[in-house]
């Protein structure tokens, strides 16, 4: 198979498109009988990198699968590249951001950990991208990426460490690490981390996820800066979901405001129309908190129902961006949308191409996907054993673990830790791989 080709699997269809599936073979498991309590319990304030979960709470993708889904938008990045002026290109670029957490919505199951030297590829020609992930390091777990535009006009990569940390009634999920995305035509970079995530409800209730932190997206060319406040759902839920922020100038003169859902939009809109409904919105809000009765009980780590489940469409804003609705069956199936849906299929034609540390051979996820529980916790079990006995024989051996595809240096922009494409992914040249599965 030719570069590039889709990799996505599935039959061709007449015109040379591959159809992609629209479910997975087996619907999820109930995890109902099975209470995290008796493992987290011990864990409280701690990380969780190294906290060993039964197969049960995962789902049928590996962690650098789901990195995977900040492309399901990349028509927002071909967009912005259109653009001549370097605000409506900031918009474009922030509503991507925004878009790259919007998967995360209702989807409670916790990613694979890649092994170590674990990679994935993708290749959508749909989209217009192809991408090369791996697991570069275990302690602490580092996953890097690097997507590229099939007509070079973009490059997107990253490093990420998610630091999870568990709180009682609560998982929250800092990732760590520098996400950068390189317009080639405008010879510009921005840079951003991503904001923090919590699962609430670990213990007892419904499990939901909110999204809060700023985010702060740089372009290193013009100086602009676009701060994206992802809020904290507060009290009545009033914030649940919400992001607002501005773009400004190096001079810190506000460009032009944004706000939305991460669940579901993104809008632009001009800063002074804007800072006058949110202090009208202000305004009424006071009015109904003198008026209504407030609750003292903040024990509650329910989620609360937000007044209003749309965002209300301020007069003269522009539409950035919109979530897809998810497919029909998503809630039987992890509560996948469309694009994670086909991010684990494989057909002959792939399966001869891929290197033999791709995790759609891993199989653990594989077995899971196909409903087989059972031998997914014995292949998850079996896999660790097998990369805990690799590390102790590198060790006895002074061996250093060499990565193969990235390397270790500085963000050419902002200057931080990172890691770096070294190339040559693509040319199909796989030897020497190591025995990871």
Same mark, same amino acid.
């Given at each position: 198979m030719s570069e590039g080709k889709d990799c996505g699997g599935g039959d061709a269809l007449s015109n040379g498109i591959k159809k992609h599936r629209t479910s997975l073979p087996s619907p999820m498991f109930s995890r109902n009988d099975f209470s995290i309590w008796s493992i987290l319990r011990k864990c409280i304030g701690m990380e969780l990198s190294k906290i060993t979960m039964p197969v049960i709470f995962n789902e049928p993708l590996s962690f650098l699968q789901r990195l995977t889904e900040y492309m399901e938008h990349t028509y927002l990045i071909h967009k912005a590249s259109s653009f001549s002026d370097p605000v409506e290109r900031m918009q474009c670029v922030a509503a991507f951001a925004v878009s790259a957490v919007a998967s995360q919505w209702e989807r409670t199951g916790k990613p694979f950990n890649p092994l170590l030297g674990e990679t994935y590829e993708l290749v959508r020609d749909d989209l217009g991208f192809r991408l090369i992930s791996e697991q570069v390091s275990h302690h602490p777990p580092i996953s890097a990426f690097h997507a590229e535009g099939l007509n070079n006009d973009f490059i997107f990569h990253g490093s990420i460490y998610p630091k999870l940390k568990f709180w009682g009634k609560s998982v929250e999920a800092e990732p760590k690490g520098t996400i950068t995305l390189e317009l080639l035509e405008h010879n510009e970079a921005y840079t951003w981390t991503n904001p923090t995530c919590c699962v609430h409800n670990i213990i007892v209730g419904k499990l939901w996820i909110e999204q809060y932190g700023n985010v702060e997206i740089t372009n290193h060319k013009t100086g602009d800066k676009c701060v994206l406040n992802f809020k904290p759902c507060g009290l009545f839920g009033k914030e649940l979901h919400k992001v607002e922020g501005y773009i400004q =100038?190096?001079?810190?003169?506000?460009? *032009?405001? !944004?706000?939305?859902?991460? %669940?579901? *939009?993104?809008?632009?809109? =001009? #800063?002074?129309?804007? =800072?006058?409904?949110?202090?009208?919105?202000?305004?009424? %809000?006071?009015?109904?908190?003198?008026?209504?009765?407030? /609750?003292? /009980?903040?024990? /509650? =780590?329910?989620?609360?129902m937000p007044d209003s489940e749309s965002v209300f469409v301020i007069p003269g804003s522009?539409? !950035?961006?919109?979530?897809?609705?998810?497919? #029909?069956?998503?809630?039987?199936?992890?509560?996948?949308? /469309?694009?994670?849906m086909v991010l684990n299929e494989v057909d002959k034609e792939m399966e001869s191409v891929i290197p033999k540390t791709d995790c759609r051979l891993r199989p653990d996820i594989r077995a899971m996907e196909n409903g087989e529980i059972d031998q997914a916790s014995e292949e998850k079990k079996r896999l660790e054993e097998k990369q805990r006995a690799a590390r102790k024989n590198r060790s006895k051996s002074e061996e250093d673990w060499k990565t193969r595809w990235f390397h270790q240096g500085p963000n050419p922009y902002n200057g931080a830790q990172d890691w770096i494409y070294s190339g040559s992914y693509w040319d199909r040249n796989y030897f020497n791989l190591p025995d990871i599965y």
């Open positions: =100038d190096k001079s810190k003169k506000k460009l *032009c405001a !944004l706000y939305g859902k991460w %669940t579901e *939009c993104l809008y632009s809109v =001009d #800063p002074a129309t804007f =800072d006058a409904y949110k202090k009208n919105d202000k305004k009424n %809000t006071e009015e109904k908190k003198n008026s209504k009765q407030m /609750s003292t /009980s903040e024990e /509650s =780590d329910e989620m609360p522009v539409l !950035l961006w919109r979530i897809a609705p998810r497919p #029909p069956n998503s809630a039987q199936m992890y509560n996948f949308t /469309s694009f994670a």
